[in-house]
């Protein structure tokens, strides 16, 4: 495919400067590539390549460099995925070795537990993570996820979290610290490397974010931390099921610290807190939208324990903070226009919008009514983790995509197997 390219930010020319460079650059770039002759593409003479066929044979390190030489690779070093190695992965897991486990846009190329287990190994993952690695393709599979639109220029950054007894078999961290210790830096490094070499998202090429990615990051929740039901209890599941979900996030912290004063509990203090942490997210002009492209739109808040069971002492259940949220997360109508006009200017007006029905009523009021900027209480998620010991909260923003939720299918000998498994294999040298 040929592509006619528009010369620098669009957003920020001005309507002279952009028809100057449309009539004197782009049109001629058109042009070109619809009647510019096209050398024929050679058929390949090769045969199907087997997927566990042999690549390259060296050193750790000129694995390494062939690897990174052809964007395989993170950036960072890789464990060799070698064929004994991707053999231990496909023992757990009772799918065929080359059976499709979905179809990952935009590179639109099959995931199996082959490359689904190379891509594992490269990570630093165990051989028992494949089961969830394996539904974290599903999630990402599903037409639902919306994967294709992951490669926005805004820097959506997928994440894991992890839920269910599968959770404390694995040792993955729910408490303090949780993306940084034990496997979890491994499960989201894995998923990250998926996106990148199954789903095809290669920065500077079709994974556009402006200042570039953080590493994919994985959460877990344990019943034991949490005053409410767990997050895939939420999504229907049976509270013992082992699930993963797949969601994005355009931003990671900071977070705030909610107290006790004299004028307001901590309860109240929180809520205030989480209702003043939304109308900063980037997407805010998209919050309160109605229709299809609000389906994309969600609010991920990440409480710490403690905060969790303080709202809970107080009498809120998650449905009730959400409906708070809701009805509580505010700004003027004045500010979000502008927000509108000067950091998204697409299209129709804020008053145009509510005029067709593409905002609420709200938005036709006065420039200093206070508008909600959530569309629905349905948009918030709510997940409790972190370190057991601190009052901590944050919010992630999503867009594009739609939190994703797929059970964890263990393989009919599960136990048995955990029960053999070295964890310290990674280490060999084969």
Not at 146 to 169: D, E, H, K, M, T
Not at 285 to 306: C, N, Q, R, S
Not at 375 to 381: A, E, F, G, L, N
């Amino acid at each position: 495919m040929r592509l006619a390219e528009y010369p620098g930010p669009m957003g920020i020319d001005d309507p002279k400067i952009m028809a100057e460079k449309i009539s004197t650059i782009v049109f001629d770039r058109i042009v070109d590539g619809l009647t510019r002759d096209v050398a024929p593409s050679r058929a390949s003479t090769k045969s199907k390549s087997n997927p566990r066929d042999v690549v390259f044979t060296g050193t750790l390190d000129e694995v390494n460099d062939h690897f990174a030489a052809r964007e395989w690779t993170d950036g960072l070093a890789i464990i060799p995925p070698t064929i004994e190695r991707v053999e231990r992965f496909l023992k757990f897991t009772d799918r065929s070795p080359d059976e499709t486990i979905g179809i990952l846009p935009a590179a639109n190329l099959s995931a199996t537990p082959v490359n689904i287990a190379a891509n594992a190994i490269m990570a630093g993952c165990r051989p028992e993570h494949m089961t969830i690695l394996i539904a974290a393709v599903e999630a990402l599979a599903d037409e639902k996820c919306n994967l294709y639109n992951v490669g926005s220029s805004s820097a959506l950054v997928p994440f894991l979290l992890v839920n269910g007894p599968i959770v404390r078999q694995l040792g993955i961290e729910h408490g303090g610290q949780l993306i940084s210790r034990g496997v979890n830096p491994a499960l989201g490094r894995a998923l990250g490397l998926i996106v990148k070499n199954i789903a095809g998202f290669r920065p500077g090429k079709n994974y556009m974010g402006t200042f570039g990615y953080p590493l994919a990051f994985t959460l877990a929740e344990d019943p034991s931390t949490t005053p409410w039901e767990p997050f895939h209890v939420e999504q229907g599941f049976d509270k013992d099921t082992n699930t993963v979900t797949v969601g994005v996030t355009n931003n990671w912290g900071p977070s705030s610290e909610p107290s006790e004063t004299p004028e307001k509990s901590a309860a109240q203090v929180t809520l205030e807190l989480l209702c003043r942490e939304i109308p900063k997210k980037f997407r805010l002009y998209d919050f309160p939208t109605i229709g299809p492209k609000a389906e994309t739109v969600m609010v991920t808040l990440v409480l710490a324990p403690p905060v969790a069971k303080l709202l809970a002492d107080a009498g809120y259940s998650k449905k009730t903070v959400r409906e708070y949220v809701y009805e509580n997360a505010r700004m003027p109508l004045r500010e979000f226009e502008w927000i509108t006009k000067y950091t998204f200017p697409r299209g129709m007006t804020v008053r145009q919008k509510a005029e067709a029905g593409v905002l609420p009523a709200e938005y036709l009021g006065k420039p200093d009514d206070m508008v909600r900027i959530l569309k629905s209480p349905d948009i918030v998620h709510i997940v409790v983790c972190g370190d057991p010991h601190r009052n901590r909260l944050m919010s992630f923003e999503g867009g594009h995509t739609v939190p994703t939720t797929k059970e964890i299918r263990l393989p009919a000998a599960w136990h048995e197997m955990l029960g053999k498994t070295d964890p310290s294999w990674s280490s060999g040298g084969d």
